[in-house]
């Protein structure tokens, strides 16, 4: 079992940013592979694998998000980011972080690959 926990979102303008942090739970040996992966869904929309980093370092990004947000891992306290710059009204949405035991590369942005979730944490983004 792995709890995970979003924190970091919010309310803002157009062209703000914000830093969204994940904390896991679990106290992976170094010998450990796994991947985390940060997902968003919009009111009535599916959802969308965004960003995610395979324990080793490569990482993931979907088009819509590929130059603006950047994810990445503080080994030290098992906490995972999601750096969101230049952000824009279309990225409203709950994100989520997901968690797999396993390395992959490049490290999979479909939801059906993870076996953990968190709660989500709400951003919104005004025009």
């Known amino acids: 079992q792995v709890d995970l926990v979003e924190s970091g979102g919010g309310s803002l303008q157009a062209g703000g940013s914000l830093r969204l942090s994940c904390a896991t739970s679990r106290s992976p040996s170094r010998y450990t592979n796994y991947c985390v992966g940060w997902f968003r869904q919009a009111p009535g929309k599916e959802r969308e694998g965004i960003a995610a980093?395979?324990?080793?370092?490569?990482?993931s990004y979907a088009a819509s998000v590929q130059g603006r947000f950047t994810i990445s891992e503080d080994k030290s306290t098992n906490t995972v980011y999601l750096q969101m710059n230049n952000l824009k009204p279309e990225d409203t949405a709950m994100y989520y972080c997901?968690?797999?035991?396993?390395?992959?590369?490049?490290?999979?942005?479909?939801?059906?690959?993870?076996?953990?979730w968190g709660q989500g944490t709400q951003v919104t983004v005004s025009s």
């Open positions: 980093l395979d324990s080793n370092g490569p990482t």
């Open positions: 997901a968690w797999k035991w396993g390395g992959w590369k490049p490290p999979p942005l479909t939801d059906t690959s993870y076996n953990f």
